[in-house]
């Protein structure tokens, strides 16, 4: 198996805070990324009805009540699920009010034989609506920065932390062998032992298995590392590899920051 392992510089404190309170910015970043997959995808097909009965599909094309009904008719194997918004307010278009459009529209769901169908109360959550088929990186990135992880759902958890990690910080390791981390330079380390840094769904097959030193931790592995003596260490490239993750330390104590893990079959990485 092709273990790698990434690590990410970031500060803890901060990744543990942005699931409580995130940034607007950041939380848009993912939402747009995923709204873009959703489009791209084209499982779901999700409509805004402006009150003169503009359709508004998948965030940009404008249609008409007699070309969405058309545009209904394409093969199921594409559309598998309509959610819409009706835009509340004083109508001037064919219906009188937001229940006569649902009407109208759970009809149509009837005559093209999509039986899934929902109508939102709110426009956002016409976008923050999915089924497991499309539940995309960006996606569960959006549900940790809003804290709505949801228990029992699929492994994208894990790899959407690497992307916020990525986010909140920076990059500053990458396994350049096949023989993964830590485990071939007698080193003990918390980062050997699966623990994620903030609270993420039941993950049973741990992919990607997730492991983290806060800025305190990493400080105590740095000076115990450091006090170990590499001459007695025969393997030349075993001092080089330990070497690296003493800087590794040292660079993440004098940010004042932690480290984040990420291992994973190279196999299974997603991006």
């Known amino acids: 198996m092709s273990l790698r392992t990434t690590i990410y510089e970031v500060d803890i404190s901060e990744l543990k805070s942005v699931t409580k309170a995130c940034p607007p910015k950041l939380l848009e970043k993912f939402f747009a990324k995923d709204r873009a997959n959703k489009i791209k995808a084209g499982l779901v097909v999700r409509v805004v009805i402006e009150l003169d009965d503009t359709f508004i ?23 598998k699920e309509l959610v819409w918004f009706v835009r509340p307010g004083k109508r001037t278009g064919l219906w009188r009010n937001t229940d006569d459009c649902d009407d109208a529209i759970c009809d149509l769901l009837k005559k093209t034989k999509k039986s899934r169908g929902m109508s939102c109360r709110y426009e956002w959550a016409v976008w923050n609506t999915w089924d497991d088929e499309e539940f995309t990186v960006e996606a569960a990135a959006y549900e940790i920065l809003r804290g709505k992880i949801i228990d029992g759902a699929p492994k994208q958890y894990g790899y959407a932390l690497e992307q916020i990690c990525k986010e909140l910080g920076k990059k500053v390791f990458l396994t350049p062998s096949e023989k993964g981390f830590l485990s071939h330079l007698n080193i003990k380390s918390k980062l050997n032992t699966a623990r994620d840094p903030i609270r993420l769904a039941d993950r049973k097959r741990k992919i990607p298995m997730i492991s983290f030193l806060s800025y305190q931790e990493a400080l105590a592995e740095f000076e ?45 990485k997603p991006y």
Not at 58 to 79: D, H, I, R, Y
Not at 229 to 235: L, R
């Open 224 to 268: 115990k590392l450091s006090a170990v003596k590499v001459d007695a260490i025969k393997d030349k490239a075993m001092v080089k590899e330990r070497a690296r993750f003493e800087k590794l330390l040292e660079s993440a104590v004098a940010s004042q920051k932690g480290l984040v893990c990420f291992s994973y079959n190279v196999t299974n």
């Open 57 to 79: 599909v998948n965030g940009k094309t404008k249609m008409t009540w007699e070309k969405f009904q058309a545009f209904q008719q394409l093969p199921e194997s594409k559309l």
